[in-house]
């Protein structure tokens, strides 16, 4: 096999690197590796272009692509003072 390293350097949102031992990050990565490949298999097989009406991929509403979509859509998130907490 491939020799694993004994840590992993995350790259955070702010920009910042922190290094974290690759067995506290396992447990996490997997599952979410996991739903990752599971989330594509399905949207290759349905052979159409995700959109964002879609209740099978969740958003982050936070990047640039999802604030595109919130405004293309009018979505209720434009309502004052909406957090994404409260959109159902």
């Given at each position: 096999g491939v020799p694993v390293a004994?840590?992993?350097d995350l790259v955070l949102?702010?920009?910042t690197a922190v290094s974290?031992?690759?067995d506290e990050l396992l447990p996490?990565?997997?599952p979410r590796r996991a739903a990752l490949q599971a989330l594509l298999d399905g949207h290759l097989?349905?052979?159409t272009p995700v959109t964002w009406e879609d209740q099978h991929v969740r958003a982050c509403f936070r990047c640039?692509?999802?604030d595109?979509?919130?405004r293309a859509h009018d979505d209720l998130l434009l309502v004052a003072?909406?957090?994404v907490s409260q959109r159902a």
């Open positions: 004994p840590e992993v949102g702010d920009g974290y031992p690759v996490v990565y997997r097989a349905g052979g640039s692509e999802c595109a979509q919130v003072g909406m957090r």
